[in-house]
């Protein structure tokens, strides 16, 4: 059976495809092109808009070597996030109407050096009717830092707090040039939008946990004590609403995400193109025509 035969429909949950058994040479590119525009065409219209492809780094007994057809699993396990916080962060999103989720999707960059980290790097086609969900992380890793609720404008009341406050010497000094270093990163990051994005939720949370642990040794000033019980560790400070606001999801202007490297959740089926020779000649056809 010829790779233009195959019914994408074939193609079930978690499954791939070798494209090298449906086209029977590895160098066919011509078959694999027009399957490619017959059910990607979003996907192709979404990389010349951005300017850029998506990428994905795959290990070896993932199709090395061959083009492949796939579609996104329904029941992921996360490799870098810990499975609890995961399945949190997928019940914020459902919760909130996202369909692509960290359980049921394959994780795409346009950064290839990023995904190169994770195996040999292809280029992948999404099929027509996909969804896609990204947030404002660079590597979507997530962090309980990421589901809890910081304070009303947190990082001005303590550069306001701090400016007044006397260095504290001791064992609580090492606490005191903690806070201070997060503040004066949160200033460096100003100027760009996307780092702030990334690093801000962290920040907060590195801030609370130093400002808790300043606490204990300064008890008599009450904003230190506003933070002396903070534990973002601790599930029962979680939320949904807490992790939709500090991460950002969405699930329109995929060409955003494209441009400036996010991490995208990909759901459906697709097509994935090993990133070399022979490959190489059809995927700058596809990208420029």
């Known amino acids: ?10 193609v079930g949950p978690g499954k791939k495809v070798s494209a090298h058994e449906l086209v029977g040479r590895l160098d066919n590119t011509d078959e694999l092109e027009k399957y490619i525009r017959q059910h990607c065409s979003d996907a192709i219209q979404y990389m010349k808009d951005a300017g850029k492809y998506f990428y994905r780094g795959m290990r070896p007994g993932q199709g090395l070597g061959s083009a492949i057809v796939g579609q996104s ?23 909130h109407g996202f369909k692509a989720l960290r359980s049921n999707s394959i994780f795409v960059t346009s950064d290839k050096s990023n995904a190169q980290t994770y195996g040999s790097i292809y ?14 992380q660079i590597d979507l890793v997530i962090k309980p830092a990421h589901l809890v609720d910081y304070p009303k404008d947190l990082i001005e009341y303590t550069k306001k707090w ?40 962290t920040t907060k949370a590195s801030l609370c946990s130093n400002l808790a642990a ?34 950002e999801p969405k699930s329109t202007d995929i060409e955003y995400a494209m ?7 990909i759901s459906g089926k697709y097509v994935a193109v090993p990133s070399k020779d022979p490959f190489t000649k059809m995927l700058r056809k596809i990208f420029l025509q």
């Open 1 to 10: 059976m010829r790779l233009n035969e195959i019914d994408p429909d074939s």
């Open 73 to 95: 699993r329904q029941d992921r396990n996360p490799k870098d996030t810990k499975e609890d916080i995961s399945a949190f962060f997928d019940k914020a999103l459902a919760s």
């Open 123 to 136: 280029a992948v086609f999404p099929m027509n009717g996909f969804n896609y969900t990204y947030t404002n």
């Open 162 to 201: 701090f400016a007044d406050f006397k260095p504290v010497g001791g064992p609580g000094g090492v606490f005191y040039f903690a806070v201070k270093q997060d503040l004066q990163g949160i200033d460096r990051l100003k100027n760009d939008p996307v780092a702030t994005a990334y690093y801000l939720t």
């Open 214 to 247: 300043l606490a204990i040794y300064v008890k008599d000033d009450p904003y230190l004590q506003k933070f002396k019980d903070f534990n973002n560790a601790d599930p029962k400070n979680w939320s949904y609403d807490a992790a939709i606001e500090n991460l």
């Open 259 to 265: 441009k400036n490297g996010l991490e995208i959740c």
